[in-house]
C-alpha cells in the first residue's frame, strides 16, 4: 500500500492508503475526493484529473507520455510545470507521501 495526499483547491486534505499498482485517479475517485473527475476513465483523453506534484517530488514519477503532455498543454486549465495527470501515475513504494494538489476547475 502506497499512501497518498490529496490537497483539494478548498485546502481539504485527505490521506489515502492505495494498492500499489492502481493509478492515482483510480485512488481519488475510490475514496471520494473532490477534484478528480476521471471523466476518460482513465485512457489520457480528457485531463480531468489534473494535479500538481511537489516539485522536490518530480523526479520520483515517471516521465510524461506524448498523450499526457498533449493533454496538459491543450485540454488542462491551469498548467504549471508541476502538472501530472492521475491516471498516468501508478502507486508504488517510491511514490510513497506524495502529496496532489488538485487545481479550482478541471477541464
Known amino acids: ?40 476513465g482513465g485512457s489520457c483523453a480528457c485531463a480531468t484529473c489534473h494535479c500538481y506534484v511537489d516539485e522536490a517530488r518530480l523526479g520520483d514519477l515517471p516521465p510524461a507520455s506524448e498523450a499526457e503532455l498533449d493533454m496538459l498543454e491543450n485540454v488542462a486549465a491551469e498548467r504549471r510545470a508541476t502538472s501530472r495527470l492521475a491516471c498516468q501515475l501508478k502507486a508504488s513504494p517510491a511514490l510513497a507521501g506524495l502529496i496532489l494538489n488538485l487545481p479550482a476547475i478541471q477541464e
Open 1 to 40: 500500500m502506497t499512501q497518498i495526499t490529496y490537497v483539494e483547491a478548498s485546502g481539504q486534505s485527505t490521506t489515502v492508503d492505495l494498492p500499489d499498482g492502481w493509478n492515482l485517479m483510480q485512488g481519488a475517485i475510490a475514496n471520494g475526493v473532490e477534484g478528480i473527475l476521471g471523466e476518460c
